[in-house]
């Protein structure tokens, strides 16, 4: 008999059925029944508390239990001797493991002792469900103990980094990258396994392996092993270019292949070939005259042609003369002491004025320049006479720049504007809750849609339209009528018909024609009279009116 057809769980999670007389004993009485998934169960078995005192008047009632066809146990039976009104249970998910989700089958026998003439005897069967996951928070309480965190408590859930659904504890491979954690240098980092060099650095990340202070790519240009800490680059000037790449090994600034001391940073030139260095040589281009002298006339002391002058002829050594190119402004205030046509250098780049193109030297040319003297700003993207530099919203679209590039559109496109889905002011890039329900992004199953945040049953339609949120085929309005929770999948109304009107408020439980209250079986759609009374339905019964 499958028992659900004729009772129903009550509210507090118990199945109670009473079995039958027999005419002798050890008759068995097989039900089967629906186990909720992740649900356990405790099964008692009672008899027909006669209270049977002396021990001669033994009863035994053994209880045997089946499992399921996906899940089958081996035989297991549960005897009890009953003196007086004793009662067998047996837990089976504490005994056997898991068997919600599908229909168990147990078995009833019973035995007589002495004194009992052989016959069988009444009993009742009590089967309480409990649930495996007690806090509801995804993880079995037998799994919690052994990962240490509370069964009962639903904030107190194991930590599982590769999520594979073993608890870090008892995960071998804590990272799931398939090293296990006894020799995985990195055991919660699936990208990482080993430390070459011992840096704390994996070696997928590392940049030095051989933790030299050299890149394992400067190492493989320069011709030396980023794999050997003893091997690294030589470096003459410590600019960590190596020599075998680097240009300018001495580091003074010029190349070494127009550099006459390569390796003396303090010395590069020889012009007059003596074999001493410019910057040593007091005579450089050997001309007879000394070198700081010609500095003090403005003659090259480099070119053995050049010797001191007077460029305005005005009879005065020009290094004498306080305007050497008479062009009106004395040397001290005269950018350009040399040129007649100079005198004004505003940038001070060495260009007069006069012939400067750009003024500021700020590398825009003062014709495409919008603050030609100013070096800081080149352009006025939105005209408002703010230069961009100094502008926090270069093109005047209401979003700074820094919000711009916050929310990842263009700061200089007055039509790149960032994406505000609730016109909040704040973009949804950085805005925790785009539609502005309040209810944040990551708790609301419609981040877009203001009048919808959660979806109880996930078949997309949020619960403020879905007229059935549990999704137990049942609507929300019908379950209240009806005795059972709408946010419930696994509280659905009795319906014995199957006509989608509950038993609760259904006139004809069987729909067999005949109401309720007219029907000696209500809930058999074959009888609806029992003229004698003896609860056999007519149309079953040989004898309707019980007169032998």
Known sequence: MHVNDYNNVTA??????????????????????????????????????????????????????????????????????????????????????Y??????????????????????????????????????????????????????????????????????LLDMDTDGDGVIDSEDAFPEDANESSDGDGDGIGDNADTDLDNDGWSNVDEELCTTNPLDGSDFPSDFDNDTVCDYLDSDDDNDGIPDDDDRFPLNASEWADHDMDGIGDNADLDDDND???????????????????????????????????????????????????????????????????????????????????????????????????????????DGDAWTDAEEFACGSDGLDADSVPDDYDSDGLCDKVDTDDDGDGTPDVDDAFPYDATENSDFDGDGVGDYSDVDDDGDGWLDSEEPNC??????????PADNDRDHQCDLIDGDDDNDGTIDVDDDFPMDPNEQNDLDGDGIGDNTDNDDDGDG
């Open 483 to 492: 005795g059972t929770d709408p946010m419930d999948p696994f509280s659905v």
């Open 288 to 394: 007879m005259f000394d070198d700081l002298l010609e500095i003090d006339c403005l003659s090259n002391p480099y070119d053995v042609t050049s010797i001191p002058t007077d460029l305005d002829l005005d009879g005065i050594c020009d290094p004498m003369d306080a305007d050497v190119d008479g062009d009106g402004y004395d040397d001290v205030d005269d950018a350009f002491p040399v040129d007649p046509n100079e005198w004004s250098d505003f940038d001070g780049d060495g260009i007069g004025d006069n012939a400067d193109t750009d003024d500021d030297n700020d590398l825009v040319l003062d014709v495409d320049d919008a603050f030609p003297y100013d070096p800081y700003e080149t352009i006025d993207t939105d005209g408002d006479g703010v230069g961009d530099n100094a502008d926090l919203n270069d």
């Open 99 to 168: 068997y919600g989700g599908d229909i168990n089958m147990i078995g009833v026998r019973n035995w007589g002792g002495a004194f009992t003439s052989n016959d069988g005897t009444d009993y009742n069967v009590t089967i309480e469900f409990y649930s495996l996951d007690a806090d509801g928070d995804g993880w079995y309480d037998s799994m919690e103990d052994l990962c240490g965190t509370d069964p009962n408590d639903n904030m107190s859930v194991p930590q599982d980094t590769d999520a594979d659904g073993i608890c870090d």
């Open 12 to 97: 507090n999670n118990t199945l109670e059925f009473s079995g039958w007389n027999h005419g002798s004993i050890d008759t068995t009485d097989r039900f089967t029944f629906d186990v909720p998934a992740n649900y356990g169960y405790e099964i008692c078995v009672e008899h027909d508390e006669v209270q049977y005192y002396n021990s001669g008047y033994t009863v035994w009632m053994l209880l045997d239990l089946y499992g399921s066809d996906s899940n089958p146990l081996p035989l297991n039976t549960i005897a009890t001797p009953y003196y007086g009104n004793q009662v067998t249970c047996y837990d089976i998910a504490v005994q056997n493991g």
